[in-house]
């Protein structure tokens, strides 16, 4: 399992609050708009586009709610002009994190994610300083209680993925990123149901902390993730099995 990714994979599991859900809902409508805005409406000539729409169907996001999002992308309906910008960070006790934001201001952005970060003991990064230490994988997860590992393993290598695990009750499925359309497939086509699909930035090495330091990184990031224009959140923090956040 991959850092805070696990984490938030967790939390999710064991039942996340409505308010969450449609914080997470609203974060993958900006992201297909602007993959629609960006490369037009159809998915088969728009990659971005699909592995937006591949994301929200992992998250069991309405059909209707993401046709609306193409549509505000590509102007049939009035949306919001959004910008792309990425931040290289430490949390405390020298954890990477790469803060990935879509934003209609980014004055704001910019000062949100500083103040998010300095009160919380963190601080920015030289570009370069903490993204090299990450590789994008597809990253698709399952709730261990629904299904076996061996279910789950035998449909995903069949459609190509390259590892499965099983840790604190999720099964997570990771694979290449030119290989996760074929594999998410795979399993819909097998009625599997992903609490999550997603093609993200998995770190090459983890950092282990004590439980205070743990505690103090994974409050620092679930304040960036509860920021609205914060899209994503990746970080090589090693979350022990059983950890529970205060």
């Known amino acids: ?101 879509l934003t209609d201001n980014k004055n704001r952005a910019a000062a949100d994610v500083r103040n998010i970060l300095t009160r919380a003991g963190g601080s920015l990064a030289t570009a370069g300083a903490v993204s090299r230490l990450f590789k994008r ?6 709730d261990g209680e629904k299904y076996t590992e061996d279910q ?33 497939n795979a399993l819909q086509n097998k009625q599997f149901e992903s609490m999550s699909a997603e093609i993200s930035m998995v770190p090459e090495v983890e950092v282990n902390l004590d439980s205070d330091g743990t505690a103090k990184a994974v409050r620092l990031i679930e304040k960036l993730e509860d920021n609205d224009d914060v899209q994503n959140v990746y970080s090589n923090i090693s979350i022990p099995d059983g950890f529970e956040a205060e």
Not at 50 to 62: E, Q
Not at 169 to 174: D, L, P, T
């Open 1 to 101: 399992m991959s850092g805070h990714s696990k984490w938030a994979t967790i939390k999710h599991a064991k039942g996340a609050a409505d308010a969450k859900r449609g914080q997470m809902f609203t974060k993958l409508i900006k992201e297909i708009s602007i993959a629609a805005r960006m490369g037009g409406g159809n998915p088969e000539g728009n990659p971005r586009l699909r592995t937006a729409i591949l994301k929200a169907r992992g998250a069991n996001m309405p059909k209707d709610n993401i046709d609306r999002a193409i549509k505000k992308g590509t102007g049939e309906l009035e949306g919001v002009n959004y910008e792309e910008l990425t931040y290289e960070a430490y949390a405390p006790g020298g954890v990477a994190v790469l803060i990935e934001v």
């Open 137 to 142: 994988k597809g990253i698709i997860t399952f």
């Open 152 to 184: 789950i393993m035998e449909a995903a290598l069949e459609g190509g993925a390259e590892d499965v695990a099983l840790s604190d009750g999720i099964i997570e499925v990771s694979t290449a990123p030119e290989d996760f359309e074929p594999v998410v």
